[in-house]
């Protein structure tokens, strides 16, 4: 029995554009995409022993994979896109090991942060490992676009422009790190939800305008960046939308601002809106305040700025 163990971390978007929906469902995106310091673990015992590869097929799919996770929250089967990434990977290698994975959670789920996408990517690249299949980003990223938009971006980062479906990635560099506020309220918000949310309101008031791709791809890829030098682009295509909905969203992020971030705004789909702050003392100041709201939960984090290696 082999054992691995890989952190998956949290993202936030800096910008994120929604563009046309596509024939198969999905939306194109343009996303400037940022990891976290705050991140989940996957724990993953795998038996790919001889003796077991090479019994029939039928036995060895038995029961081939279970997951326990530290949030009772989260499903523990074929709905879990931890299990969806190890199906995937078993399916395109022919090699059906026996698993077991720990999914031990820290990000807040439902919230815009790319908690289950991670965890998705960091289970291709443990079994990328233990198997020694030998595969690099692109064919890890190429397994992971068929579990989620978001997945390709986490074997990139630690900054990086996700374009088209979420499988179109340039690397961005950035030089600074800064101190994040997480700020999620009690209510969760479906991805898909939110799209569909989305579609209608952009069809009645022509709201949810896209940024010009060509002439940001030029802003920030030319050299490298600060994170101040993103401060005039930031900008999410959902916020309007979800504050109408969530008018406690809006409550939140000007909290944010009124408590010294340097900026504040809504990730994903949400519901967490996070504030980049100017330094950590500030932002733990900040932090006690928001728990004041006893219904909020509150992280204190970093934005990543060196390249993760490929191995997590």
């Not at 026996?98 to 443990?126: C, F, V, Y």
Request: hydrophobic letters at 40%.
């Amino acid at each position: 029995m082999q054992y691995i163990e890989v952190v998956a971390p949290a993202k936030i978007n800096f910008i994120l554009s929604v563009l046309d929906r596509r024939s198969d469902g999905y939306h194109d995106i343009w996303s400037l995409m940022q990891m976290l310091e705050l991140h989940d673990s996957i724990r993953l015992s795998c038996d790919a022993s001889p003796e077991r590869l090479a019994a029939p097929k039928a036995h060895r799919e038995l029961f081939p994979i279970t997951l326990e996770c530290s949030d009772a929250r989260l499903p523990c089967d074929q709905e879990n896109l931890v299990y969806r990434a190890a199906r995937a990977v078993m399916e395109k290698t022919g090699i059906y090991p026996k698993l077991h994975i720990q999914i031990i959670k820290r990000i807040p789920i439902a919230a815009g942060l790319g908690g289950g996408s991670s965890d998705a990517a960091a289970t291709i690249q443990a079994l990328n490992r233990l198997l020694c299949l030998g595969w690099g980003r692109v064919e890890c990223a190429q397994i992971g676009a068929s579990i989620g938009s978001d997945v390709p971006f986490f074997f990139y980062g630690p900054t990086s422009i996700a374009c088209g479906k979420g499988n179109k990635i340039l690397p961005v560099t950035v030089k600074t790190a800064h101190w994040v506020v997480l700020v999620k309220p009690s209510f969760d918000i479906s991805t898909a939800w939110a799209y569909e949310q989305f579609d209608k309101w952009r069809e009645l008031s022509g709201e949810g305008r896209c940024f010009a791709e060509n002439e940001i791809v030029q802003t920030f890829l030319q050299l490298p960046r600060s994170t101040e030098d993103i401060y005039p682009y930031c900008w999410n295509a959902f916020e309007q939308l979800m504050e109408e909905k969530f008018p406690s969203l809006g409550v939140i992020r000007q909290e944010h601002q009124d408590l010294g971030a340097n900026f504040a705004m809504l990730s994903g789909s949400g519901s967490t809106v996070f504030g980049v702050y100017p330094s950590e003392k500030i932002a733990m100041i900040a932090k006690k305040k928001f728990l004041e709201h006893e219904s909020y939960q509150v992280v204190v984090t970093k934005t990543k700025i060196t390249q993760a290696s490929f191995d997590h």
